[in-house]
């Protein structure tokens, strides 16, 4: 698959989009339906949706879904399948952080978070694949599984240790599948964002209670999409859409000694800026 990468036409093209009803999901599916792609938009909160759908032509099928659940989410796939009969793309965008130490994450956290990033990842793909991998060839892919991963992923991040666990996962899942699944041109690529302006950091503060610096970089919603219609259009193995952010955790991943320095300096910061967290 590396050496034919081919286009794909966006028109009438099938894209799944789990947590569609704010930030980087919605916007990818604003950004996908200008171009003719036929919508499927999952999250909890139906009325986004529907609010969302009627923005972009009421041409799209929208289905409540909380992904934390294995049975929403195979009714999910099911009914992707019912409306449009194939699945072209499968995006595995919802997802939450939570701001805690990994000591103080309760044990019941860490279920929580790993049913909605890692198990609501999992159980799409579980519903989903095995009927992609039927499918016809479409533009020269019988599919594509797109997971909205982070730049945690690589080095896991002080006050967000149960997050960064949960991105490591979906990086390491999205590894191995695209290489079982690449002789049956079924793309899988995972997207690797730095902190982007959405609701995440309100409600990473809500669950953790504590208030996380901004990193020295950041990037727009806009910029994240852009980088994955580009990789919908021609699948490619991983998307990090803030340019030089691989680079830097690849220098980290050879200096561990070095990352944690630098990462001290963030822990510091975070300390002083919630002292309430740190009493005592
Ligand atoms: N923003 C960043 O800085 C950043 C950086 C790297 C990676 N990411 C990743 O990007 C993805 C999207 O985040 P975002 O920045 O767009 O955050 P956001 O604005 O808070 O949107 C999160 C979306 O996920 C949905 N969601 C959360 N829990 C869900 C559940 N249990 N079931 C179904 N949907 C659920 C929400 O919908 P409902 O509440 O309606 O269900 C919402 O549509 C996440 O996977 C996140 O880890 C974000």
Known sequence: MDNDIMSRNLNDMVVVITGASAGIGKALAEKLAKQGAKLVLSARRLDRLHALNQQLGARHLCVATDVSK???????IEESFRAFGRIDTLV??????LYKSVHETSAQEYRDI?????????????????RMLK???RDGYRGQVMMVSSIV????VPYLGAYSATKAAQFSLAHAMRVELGPEKLAVTSVHPIQTKTDFG???RGKGGMQLPRGPFGQNVEQVVNRMVSAIVRPCPEVWPHQGSKWLYAIGSLFPAFADHLLGKYRDRVRAENPHSFQG
């Open 70 to 76: 294995r049975e929403d989410c195979t009714r999910l």
């Open 92 to 97: 595995c965008n919802a997802g939450y952080g």
């Open 114 to 130: 790993f049913n909605t990033n890692v198990f609501g990842t999992v159980d799409p793909i579980l519903a989903a694949v095995p």
């Open 135 to 137: 499918q016809d060839l």
């Open 153 to 156: 992923a690589l080095h896991g």
């Open 202 to 204: 309100a409600a990473a």
